[in-house]
């Protein structure tokens, strides 16, 4: 019947004091809808360098230069492949029988060991991203520097300063390239 007067009305064979009689429209419920969107941290970035700010952010190291040093530093050290052997060989922990491993390239005997118990600990593979990445805040190195980078505003040079200190790397690389594209990145 509702269909049919409006029908009608459309046509223009009602009048207009006929048309008003017309029901109101029922009320649309207003149903919130929440859409979960990821928050983009770093224009162009992969998804492991977005899940490596999101711990930081987490962590309380939310200065951009800050996790700008830490990104370039992890890429300098591992392109960011968490089972990559001193030199550029994907292999398994237990394979890479020297020189460095991982994302930051655990060297020395105590740290290459501490991820292997870490990873073990926690039922976990030394070669995952993951345990890697929550590894790092277990080390002595990053506890002794993590203030510096959980403190906002400080220069470029001493969040470098505290990268050095906790990570005691050899070779410079292209870290600083790195550092500075992430700075432009990250959002």
Not at 145 to 157: D, I, Q, Y
Request: with cysteine; glycine share 8%; proline share 5%.
């Amino acid at each position: 019947m509702y269909l049919r007067i409006l029908a009608v009305a459309a046509a223009g064979l009602l009048s207009s004091s006929a048309s008003s009689k017309l029901p109101e429209p029922l009320p649309v419920p207003q149903v919130p809808v929440q859409i979960d969107v990821p928050q983009l941290l770093c224009l162009g970035c992969t998804p492991r360098e977005n899940r490596a700010l999101e711990v930081l952010n987490d962590r309380g190291v939310t200065d951009r230069r800050a996790q700008a040093v830490i990104l370039g530093t992890i890429k300098q050290e591992s392109k960011w492949q968490p089972a990559v052997c001193e030199g550029g060989a994907i292999t398994s922990y237990r394979k890479c029988t020297r020189g460095g491993y991982g994302l930051i390239q655990w060297t020395s005997v105590h740290r290459y060991n501490g991820l292997g118990h870490f990873a073990h600990s926690t039922g976990s593979t030394p070669e995952n991203f993951d345990t890697q990445l929550n590894y790092i805040f277990k080390e002595r190195e990053w506890k002794a520097v993590e203030p510096v980078f959980r403190t906002a505003g400080l220069s470029l040079h001493q969040y470098e300063n505290a990268e050095y200190r906790w990570i005691g790397w050899g070779i410079r690389g292209h870290r600083d390239t790195y550092t500075q594209d992430y700075l432009s990145r990250i959002t």
